[in-house]
């Protein structure tokens, strides 16, 4: 790679931070960020562990959140990064399907409420391969099979001994 062309990238990188850090600083500037919480993984079914995080709308060290698809209350902590607290619990086993409301309570701020999915209860293993598809393996299709695999093993050890005298 030339010099010329390494230079370019690195300017084009340098730039591109820039303008995204320089629109990040002006969108939180601005005032208009809410706070955001997530459920992970989301949807969760029934009887599963999920992370609970939220991301701003507080400034104490801990915040509680609570719902009825819940086992509890969950305390969140606030992690290294301010301002995004994350805490764990599980979800009920007899949750229904579809959304729910978690109420957030601050100590020092009011109170919000946000939504999350509950999914369905998988039931029944994960079907993989043929599955039961072909019924009909006789002894003719087995020896077909069988040929075909020797005869790939043979072309394999054909082309890797010539390769290997030249």
Known sequence: ????RVARILATAALSSLAIGAGATTAHAGGTSQPTF???P???P???????SL??????????????????????TRGTTTGIYRGTTTIRGDARAGSHSVNITCPNGSPSTFTFRVGTTPSGGTT???GGSITDMDAPKIATGAALVTLAAAGTTLVLRRRAKN
Request: with cysteine.
């Open 55 to 76: 991301n701003g709308g507080c400034q104490a060290s801990t915040v509680t959140a609570s719902s009825g698809a819940f086992t509890g209350s969950v305390t969140l």
């Open 1 to 4: 790679m030339t010099t010329m």
């Open 42 to 44: 989301s949807p969760a």
């Open 38 to 40: 997530t459920v992970s």
């Open 46 to 52: 029934p009887g599963s562990s999920v992370t609970l």
């Open 128 to 130: 993989g391969g043929l």
